[in-house]
């Protein structure tokens, strides 16, 4: 029904940069919300930025400013770029595609890793 494929991560030094991608791909859902959320080791997973179809975007607070969320359509790709990386950003993110629908689960991509030191 669907997929998530994520990719991007990488080590990057402080202050680097990084745009990671998830491709999605479904044929169920005409309507939905990606979204970016992470985990870091001994943490819960928390989230960081989501587009609804159509283009509407929510940052959380903490990245606003140097982590972006954007889609290409043509290429069913959702994007999360990171500017001015800090050692709070490193963890494992994960693409989430949510249809909003009642009685339905969001779906997860399998992750990708972002290690940030110097």
């Known amino acids: 029904q669907v997929q998530l494929v994520e990719s991007g991560g990488g080590l990057v030094q402080p202050g680097g940069s990084l745009k990671l991608s998830c491709a999605v791909s479904?044929?169920?859902?005409?309507?939905?919300?990606v979204g970016w959320y992470r985990r870091a080791p001994g943490n819960q997973r928390e989230f960081v930025a989501s587009?609804?179809?159509?283009?509407?975007?929510n940052i959380d607070a903490r990245v606003k400013g140097r982590l972006t969320i954007s889609s290409d359509s043509s290429k069913n790709t959702v994007y999360l770029e990171m500017n001015n990386l800090k050692p709070e950003d490193p963890a494992v993110y994960y693409c989430?595609?949510?249809?909003?629908?009642?009685?339905?689960?969001?779906?997860w991509g399998q992750g990708t890793q972002v290690t940030v030191s110097s």
């Open positions: 989430n595609l949510d249809p909003q629908l009642k009685g339905v689960s969001p779906y």
């Open positions: 479904t044929r169920t859902f005409n309507f939905y919300v």
């Open positions: 587009i609804r179809t159509g283009g509407m975007t």
